[in-house]
């Protein structure tokens, strides 16, 4: 566990070389010919995450296991942002289904108790592994398909939202949105150009300002996700869109996504130390640190 820290220092100063700076490794895993015995699966399995990797079909399977709300917090982020480091340099893997082993619960977004009572190291820590791990998933090769089988506010939509396709359970008890504004904070501007990518300047101004979590239906009316399925059928349905997906020329898609994304991802890279400022400025306002914890003792008393 000592080594978590020391892991995430190495991945957060190492620097990110996002999709838009890297070169595209195209067509990645040769098709199996037919009659060959089945390629093993390779597995590889943090104290977070479970990852699982179909050498058959090049689709990793990356589950959260983090209880008891898969929030995200610096360790998490650390072993999210490797597990997707070692998959987009494995010529194996073209594409990677994110999902959940909670009950429930696809990721209850960033650990709020990493920004309660830190000091200015640690936030400053904790918020470029937050932009390490936006910066591989939104910047990745692979085809990245996000099976929602859970609630997801704030920083869990985040991860959705960096998806190439998000399928959600049709359960209306599920919800997903980026709610910062209930806890008194705001959503930070490559957060907003995310929402904003998916759903439209409009609603992502609505959804932003009232900080709005989307039961899954209501997610689907507005684009938010693209897809409600029964939960039972969801890994299913995430495997068939993947197949879909990955039916495509590897470079051409790659191209496609990078000159899609790139403003966005470019416009975090070159203002990153600047945006880890803002954050520890802002997060160490003690009027936001009463409303996090005015938040806190909320989720407590909600479940006496
Ligand atoms: C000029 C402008 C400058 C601007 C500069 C901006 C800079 C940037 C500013 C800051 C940006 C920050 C961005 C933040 C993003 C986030 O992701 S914040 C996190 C938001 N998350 C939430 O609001 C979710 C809260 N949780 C819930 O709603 C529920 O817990 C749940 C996920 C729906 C699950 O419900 P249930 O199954 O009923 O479980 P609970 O009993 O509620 O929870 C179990 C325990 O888990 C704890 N917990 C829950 N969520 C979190 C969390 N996110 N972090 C830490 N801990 C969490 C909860 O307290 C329970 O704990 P115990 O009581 O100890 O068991």
Redesign the pocket.
């Known amino acids: 566990m000592a080594a978590a820290p020391i892991l995430a220092r190495r991945i957060a100063r190492s620097g990110v070389l996002p999709l838009c700076c890297r070169p595209p490794s195209w067509d990645r895993a040769p098709r199996q010919p037919p009659g060959l015995p089945l390629a093993p699966c390779r597995a590889f399995s943090n104290n977070k995450i479970q990852v699982e990797l179909d050498e058959s079909s090049g689709v990793a399977m990356m589950k959260f296991k983090s209880p ?2 898969n ?2 917090s610096l360790d998490f982020l650390t072993e999210f942002s490797i597990s997707l480091e070692k998959l987009e340099n494995d010529r194996a893997c073209r594409g990677v289904i994110i999902t959940s082993t909670i009950p ?2 696809f990721s ?6 990493e ?1 309660c009572g830190k000091n200015v190291e640690h936030y400053g820590e904790f918020w470029r592994a937050v932009q390490e791990m936006w910066l591989r998933l939104y910047g990745s090769n692979m085809v990245t398909v996000a099976a929602v089988n859970g ?1 997801s ?4 939509c ?1 991860i959705a939202l960096s998806c190439d396709y998000r399928i959600m359970a049709e359960n209306p008890k599920f919800s997903i949105g980026l ?2 504004a ?2 008194g ?4 501007f490559w ?1 907003k150009d995310t929402f904003v990518n998916v759903v439209g300047h409009r609603i992502a101004e609505r959804s932003l300002q009232l900080g709005s979590l989307h039961p899954a239906p209501e997610a689907l009316k507005l684009g938010l996700v693209d897809e409600l399925v029964p939960e039972e059928k969801l890994l299913e349905k995430a495997s068939a869109v993947m197949a879909r997906w990955l039916a495509l020329p590897d470079h051409a898609r790659q191209l496609t996504k990078s000159m899609m994304r790139k403003a966005v991802l470019d416009h975090l890279v070159a203002h990153r130390e600047e ?1 880890i400022k ?2 520890i400025n ?2 160490s306002k003690e009027s936001i640190q009463k409303s996090l914890r005015m ?2 003792e909320m ?2 008393k ?2 006496s």
């Open positions: 008891p709300v929030s995200l429930k619960i209850s977004g960033l650990d709020i108790m920004m609630s506010p704030a920083g869990g985040l709610n910062e209930q806890l904070i705001v959503a930070p957060f945006d803002n954050f802002f997060i938040y806190m989720l407590k909600k479940k």
